[in-house]
Structures are given as C-alpha cells and as structure tokens.
T-cell receptor, first 112, second 111 residues
Framework: SQTIHQWPATLVQPVGSPLSLECTVEGTSNPNLYWYRQAAGRGLQLLFYSVGIGQISSEVPQNLSASRPQDRQFILSSKKLLLSDSGFYLC???????????FGPGTRLLVL | GDSVTQMEGPVTLSEEAFLTINCTYTATGYPSLFWYVQYPGEGLQLLLKATKADDKGSNKGFEATYRKETTSFHLEKGSVQVSDSAVYFCARFTGGFKTIFGAGTRLFVKA
C-alpha cells in the first residue's frame, strides 16, 4: 500500500532563517506531487505541483521554492522565512491521470 | 474563473442532529466533485466523491449528490456523532493536474 510521510511534524523558526520541509511517498511510482499551505482558519492554497523529477510548477509567487530531486521526494524550501510563512504545510500525491489526492500528515510551521 | 464556494463555519450541532454543509461550484463541463475531511492536527483524507451528474457519493453515513442544474454538491448526514467533529472541504477537479478546494467548514458536534 502507499504511504506518504512529511517531516518535521512541527517547526518553530525565527524570521530570516532558512526552511526545508521534506515529503516522501512510498509504494507508487511517478506520482504527481503537491505542496499546499493552510493558514490558520483558512482553506488550502496550492503552492507547487510536480509531474516528474525536476519538473516544478509554481502557483503563487513568493519566497518559497520546491524541488523534486527523486521520483518520490518533494522538498519545500525558503532562503529567508517571513512571519507570513507561518501555517500548516501539506504534501499530497496523486496517480497520474487520476483525480483523488492523498495527503500527508502535515508540518506545522511557526515563524517568530 | 473556476471556483468552489462552501458555507462558512463553524457549524455547531448536538449529537444525533442532521447535518448539511452547502457547496456550489463554477465550471465548464462536468468536473468530478469531492468532499475531503480533516480531523484535528491531521492532513486531509477523501470522504466521498461523484464523477458525473446525478451521482451520489457516500461513506461513513455521509452523502452528497452531484446536481448539475444547481451546480451543487451539498454534504449531508442524518445523525452526527462527536467523532465527526472536523473541517470539511468541498473540491472539484480541474482536469490536468489540479484540484480546487473550498475554504473549508469547521464542524463541532457536542455530546
């Protein structure tokens, strides 16, 4: 069966520090991968998606970036965090050509 | 553009009450529609889906019917439990690679 992992689960970082969040998927090949942000009390904002290694599409211009160095690994990064980057970050995957997305447990980021 | 609109929360109900969470969408064509649920501190998980007009998705006592004439996909449950307390997201597939999510509706069920 397929599983999706995210780490860390919780992160507290100072403003201006770098960020690296990791997501890995097991039990499937060539998944579509997604990064979402969920701000407190708000809906999901799609940040990035990827349909293959090295292929990243950005939905929202901001100080975040994403990379896919391996087929089942998706990384969200920032060189300098802002207060507004605080939120709950969710990674998801889907089978290409299929509609359902499967979400990881999320990373709660607090920027102080 | 394409969008999903769902009723604002929070919704607070007593146990065994009837639940309705409204969802409407805009789209060209007939996209697949979904309800996802997010329990406290967790990621989202698929609750139910419908892929064409008049389809009814159902799971765990929840139901939603794809109504093309009203472009709606309202979520219902006849008798809610405390364990149903969560945030519910309505969503539609855009084709291609993306899904559009509504803002979410938080449900509190009191014992």
């Amino acid at each position: 069966s397929q599983t999706i992992h995210q780490w860390p689960a919780t992160l507290v970082q100072p403003v201006g520090s770098p960020l690296s969040l990791e997501c890995t998927v097991e039990g499937t090949s060539n998944p579509n991968l997604y990064w979402y942000r969920q701000a407190a009390g708000r809906g999901l904002q799609l940040l990035f998606y990827s349909v293959g290694i090295g292929q990243i599409s950005s939905e929202v211009p901001q100080n975040l970036s994403a990379s896919r160095p391996q087929d089942r690994q998706f990384i969200l990064s920032s060189k300098k965090l802002l207060l507004s980057d605080s939120g709950f970050y969710l990674c998801a995957w889907s089978v290409p050509q299929q509609e359902t997305q499967y979400f990881g447990p999320g990373t709660r980021l607090l920027v102080l | 553009g394409d969008s999903v609109t769902q009723m604002e929360g929070p919704v607070t109900l007593s146990e065994e009450a009837f639940l309705t969470i409204n969802c409407t969408y805009t789209a060209t064509g007939y996209p697949s529609l979904f309800w996802y649920v997010q329990y406290p501190g967790e990621g989202l998980q698929l609750l139910l889906k419908a892929t064409k007009a008049d389809d009814k998705g159902s799971n765990k006592g929840f139901e939603a019917t794809y109504r093309k004439e009203t472009t709606s996909f309202h979520l219902e449950k006849g008798s809610v439990q405390v364990s149903d307390s969560a945030v519910y997201f309505c969503a539609r597939f855009t084709g291609g690679f993306k899904t559009i999510f509504g803002a979410g509706t938080r449900l509190f069920v009191k014992a």
